[in-house]
């Protein structure tokens, strides 16, 4: 028997709809590096995304799923693309501004973007692809920056506001199966090419409530969101799209990315929240400690992307800044775990409930999965590979101008769930703690070491201001850890002194014998530790390692 409701298909275009009219007041600020940022309404916003979409259908034929791409910072410019281009039956294509040129190149054409939406200041990344982009024909730039180097291209230039000018206000915004695509997001994997998530409609409405959720951010249009994480990387989280829903306020760094500025827009501003990788919580907390800065205002902040070392939870909690660390990827939209207690706990019963890695909501499945394949129970001690599935993650990537999805083996399992490649124990009432990436992991003699615990543990020492821990090739025990440290300014070198630190609270067989003092660590396209990077220096001889006994 069916029910009886009415089927009305869940469309990005009903968020924008929403946004702009029930919260038309909500703003985004964008940071401008002047006296006053750039303050505009959800319902202008509303009404820019509508002129664009009838500027990119009429002046450049965009027709619903054409690729339409954006190299841009984060700015209210960024989110009218964000809602004009799906709306219209397009496709939002956000390109990752750090990424390495070879692999822009690769994926704009795998993609076969049409139209290129440019900050002005990013053209001097984006003129010298131009020439290896056939599939670009026109490029749209908002925003300062020279564009002398687009003269006597081989693409159509276009200002942005220009192109807005003088367009209708309304647009009658198609009928879409909310299973067409939307967005597509392209993973920053460090190895082989990067692959294409394609987001539907009907996903990212339901990633945007449960985004929503008390249990996951749980925002209103009384707070305001520091949305310091890129729009490039998987929808800035999902905050656009639910901030529409409910009228929660954005602050946009623009390309004001540093910790100076970062404190100085919170001092000013006041967000109530805030979401970013962990390497930008580390650069503001050297920066307030060097330059005291007010960041009480942040009530709540979500952390992810990459393991949260506890002892930045605990020097943030002395800030009066709460941490909540959240697990997820570009296949998974990314929301799939956050780190809220349970109800009713003291803070000192909170803390073990903080430093994991949180809970799965109803809309994500999880399994274990064992080396040998066998399903493992949920006790906090069985480690295995995390599998998920659920409405808002990724069921293959997107196959280029193959027309087929593509399932490659190591990345879904027979039945269709996502192989996460993280490795992990959960608890028995739904933890998550994740102990390595399966690559990253140290396997010594057979037995296995979590780098994520050694560089946790490391950075919980005073003078440590970042670690990164990689397996090294060992004659003895297969692989052993390598520890690189960065110190804190004025530290000196005492490695037999780490080591006994780490002697605390890590068993004596897991200490590493090679260590390493380094200036910095090689930071992926969107900020986590690229161990990859420090694999090779090591293999090429380029470290100075010291082997204690
Ligand atoms: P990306 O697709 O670039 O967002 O990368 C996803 C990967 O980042 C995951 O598979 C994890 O390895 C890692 N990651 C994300 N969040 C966390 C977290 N809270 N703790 C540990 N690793 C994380």
Not at 181 to 194: E, K, L, Q
Not at 280 to 299: C, F, H, Y
Not at 384 to 403: D, F, K, N, P, Q
């Amino acid at each position: 028997m069916l029910s009886t409701m009415q089927d009305v298909p869940l469309l990005v275009t009903r968020i924008l709809q929403h946004g702009m009219t029930i919260h038309g007041k909500s703003q985004v600020t964008t940071w401008t590096g002047e006296a006053e940022p750039h303050r505009r309404s959800f319902a202008e916003i509303g009404t820019r995304a509508t002129r664009l979409a009838n500027a990119l259908r009429d002046e450049f034929g965009v027709q619903q799923g054409d690729r339409v791409a954006t190299l841009m910072w984060n700015n209210s410019e960024h989110v009218e693309a964000y809602f004009a281009i799906p709306s219209m039956g397009a496709v939002l294509h956000t390109l990752n501004l750090r990424l390495p040129p070879e692999q822009l190149v690769f994926i704009v054409n795998h993609a076969a973007d049409r139209v290129v939406l440019v900050n002005g200041t990013l053209l001097p990344l984006l003129v010298p692809l131009l020439p290896h982009l056939p599939t670009v024909e026109h490029v749209v730039v908002a925003g300062i920056g020279d564009r002398s180097a687009l003269e006597g291209l081989d693409v159509r230039v276009h200002d942005y506001e220009e192109l807005l000018e003088g367009r209708s206000d309304s647009y009658d915004w198609p009928d879409l199966d909310e299973r067409q695509a939307a967005a597509m997001c392209y993973t920053s994997g460090t190895t082989g090419d990067p692959k294409g998530v394609v987001y539907s409609h009907r996903s990212i409405y339901l990633h945007s409530m449960q985004v929503n959720m008390a249990e996951s951010m749980g925002l209103t249009a009384a707070d305001t969101s520091l949305v310091v994480v890129p729009q490039f990387h998987v929808n800035a989280w999902g905050l656009p799209h639910a901030t529409f829903m409910t009228g929660i306020n954005m602050l946009m760094p623009d390309r004001f990315l540093q910790p100076a500025p970062l404190a100085e827009m919170i001092e000013r501003e006041k967000p109530s929240h805030a979401a970013a990788v962990p390497t930008i919580w580390q650069g503001l907390l050297a920066e307030v400690t060097a330059n005291p800065r007010d960041l009480t205002s942040m009530k709540q902040v979500t952390i992810g992307g990459a393991a949260c070392p506890p002892s930045l939870m605990e020097a943030y909690d002395k800030l009066g800044v709460r941490l909540c660390h959240a697990w997820g990827m570009t296949e998974t939209s990314p929301l799939g775990t956050m780190a809220h207690p349970p109800a009713g706990l003291t803070a000192e019963e909170e803390w073990p409930y903080r430093i994991t890695q949180g809970r799965f909501p109803a809309g994500v499945e999880a399994r274990l999965v064992g080396p040998d394949g066998s399903f493992l129970p949920w006790d906090g001690e069985s480690a295995g590979e995390l599998e998920v599935r659920g409405t808002w993650i990724a069921g293959a990537y997107y196959g280029g101008a193959s027309g087929e999805p593509f399932r490659p083996e190591d990345k879904f399992s027979a039945d269709g769930w996502l192989k996460t490649g993280d490795v992990g124990v959960i608890s028995s009432d739904g933890y998550l703690t994740l102990t390595d990436r399966a690559k990253d992991v140290i396997k010594s003699g057979g037995e296995w070491i979590s780098s994520v615990e050694l560089e946790n543990a490391l950075m919980a020492h005073p003078e440590v201001a970042e670690a990164a821990v990689v397996a090294v090739p060992d004659d003895k025990w297969g692989e052993r850890p390598l520890a690189t440290v960065v110190l804190k300014e004025g530290a000196t070198v005492d490695y037999e002194g780490l080591r006994a630190f780490l002697a605390q609270s890590i068993a004596k067989w897991q200490l590493p014998e090679r260590w390493t003092v380094i200036a910095s660590v090689p930071k992926t396209s969107v900020g986590k530790f690229d161990k990859k990077v420090i694999r090779k220096q090591y293999a090429d001889g380029a470290l100075d390692v010291t082997k204690l006994d």
